[in-house]
């Protein structure tokens, strides 16, 4: 795009330079100045003079060389003699003169010019008589001048004048110079405006390419993450759909239930696993009944002082009240059962025994519950555990949070986890074997998230 803005400023300026060119005397005064900038550059071996020189040849008549040479750099001080040599065509009383009066005012202008820098090999050299009188005829062609009044064609070099007497010939006055500068300082600060409007509408297209970009990218991100969790919800969805499930599905018990049954397992805890806890409450009621009543002994009332009828009171024996016994019966030597705890397995389902621990700790997640009597019997059959998930309530949370690492490797759900359960419900204790010394998953627990 700054390409394409460079390429309609300049021509923009080649249409204001062909504007300019309209004007006779201004088209002159450019010829003058070309063919004088071309006798410089002519004589100056140096790659920028050739190109400034190579670019003045091909250019047209009309054409400003002080353009070809800022555009080519290098040679500003040229640059600046030359604009000094065209000061007269932007002054609008030069342009509005005759044909003829501006041919002489364009001589009086050279000589004045060739007279100040004659002295310098640059200009005296390569501005030789012939060379001036081609560039005069040149000048004659464009502005022919009065075949009455018209002088002998002479060149600067022919009259040798001084700096002083140019001045009182010249018609032009300090003040029409002034205002020469003061148009080309106008002039100036338009072309610095043009080009701060290309560069500010250029910096503009840059800040809302920058901010469409960004844009389009925030939006382009936000469909990414969208896309990305519906895909992780579906495979949620299709491991939830392939896992096998229970044929049977339990219904869930009831809270009073939930009480009697964790009343039930203490009471078997504390009988032992090979002790029926009924035959044990039946033992204890016939142990109740059989006991022999006990009766209280009569007690005679005291004769009253004034002649009242003595009553007597009955001495029907009256069966005292049988406390029984608040200790359970248990058979002698009767194993129990041993429990203990673990933090929760690696993911290949064995439990450190290094984390083993006798009571439930913050760190505990499983409970572990060993048949005493199958472990003393000293069979050859591996040791087998029944667990089942026990936390503390405080940190279920944190056992929902990082399930895939502490529940999942030893237990398996019934339903899918969602972000609303707060507790775990077991529904089948698992077991484990004890292997090498290490206890090892055998069967997940089942469980249910609520």
């Known amino acids: 795009m700054l390409k394409l803005s460079c390429i309609s400023f300049v021509g923009l300026l080649a249409s204001v330079s ?58 500003d001080q040229v640059g600046a003699k030359m604009q000094e040599l065209s000061e007269l065509k932007n002054t609008a009383r030069f342009i509005a003169m005759s044909p003829a009066d501006a041919n002489v005012t364009i001589r009086k202008q050279f000589t004045q010019f060739y007279t100040k820098y004659k002295n310098d090999k640059n200009y005296g050299r390569p501005l030789s008589p012939p060379v001036q009188a081609i560039l005069l005829a040149k000048i004659d062609a464009l502005l022919p001048p009065n075949a009455t009044s018209a002088p002998a064609p002479t060149t600067a070099a022919d009259q040798p004048v001084s700096a002083s007497a140019a001045a009182e010939q010249s018609s032009v006055t300090p003040v029409a110079l002034q205002i020469s500068q003061l148009e080309r300082k106008v002039r100036d600060e338009q072309d610095k405006q043009f080009w701060m409007i290309l560069v500010s509408a250029f910096v503009g297209l840059l800040a809302g390419a920058a901010a469409v970009y960004l844009l389009v990218y925030r939006a382009a991100r936000t469909e990414i993450q969208e896309l990305l ?29 939930r009480q009697k049954a964790n009343a ?32 209280t002994p009569s007690v005679p009332v005291a004769a009253p002082e004034r002649n009242e009828p003595i009553v007597e009171t009955s001495s029907t024996p009256v069966p005292a009240p049988v406390q029984s016994q608040s200790t359970p019966v248990q058979p002698a030597n009767t194993p129990r059962s041993e429990v203990f705890y673990f933090p929760p397995p690696d993911p290949s389902g064995q439990f450190d025994n290094e984390q083993k621990s006798s009571t439930l700790s ?30 503390e309530p405080g940190r279920v949370a944190r056992f929902l949070t990082y399930r895939n690492y502490m529940i999942e490797p030893a237990c398996e759900s019934e339903n899918s986890y969602f972000a609303t359960h707060t507790r775990i419900i077991m529904r089948r204790d698992g077991e484990a074997v004890l292997e090498n010394g290490v206890w090892r998953v055998k069967k997940k627990a089942l469980i249910r998230y609520e």
């Open 264 to 295: 039930y397992d203490a009471i078997r805890a504390e009988l032992g696993t090979n002790i029926d806890p009924l035959v044990a409450i039946r033992q204890l009621r016939q142990q109740a009944t059989s006991s022999t009543p006990v009766l």
């Open 18 to 75: 062909l504007t300019y060119a309209q004007n006779p005397n201004q088209a002159a005064v450019d010829t003058l100045t070309k063919g004088v900038a071309k006798a410089v550059f002519a004589d100056i071996k140096q790659p920028k003079a050739q190109e400034i020189y190579a670019q003045l040849l091909v250019c047209g008549d009309g054409c400003d060389p002080q353009q070809v040479i800022r555009g080519v750099g290098s040679w």
């Open 229 to 257: 969790s519906e895909n992780k919800r579906l495979s949620h969805s299709l491991d939830v759909a392939q896992r096998p499930k229970p044929t049977n599905e339990s219904r869930q018990p009831q809270n009073d239930y």
């Open 362 to 391: 913050p760190e505990s997640a499983y409970r572990f519950s060993v048949d005493a009597a199958r472990k003393e019997q000293g069979s050859d059959q591996p040791v087998v555990a029944s667990f089942r998930f026990e936390a």
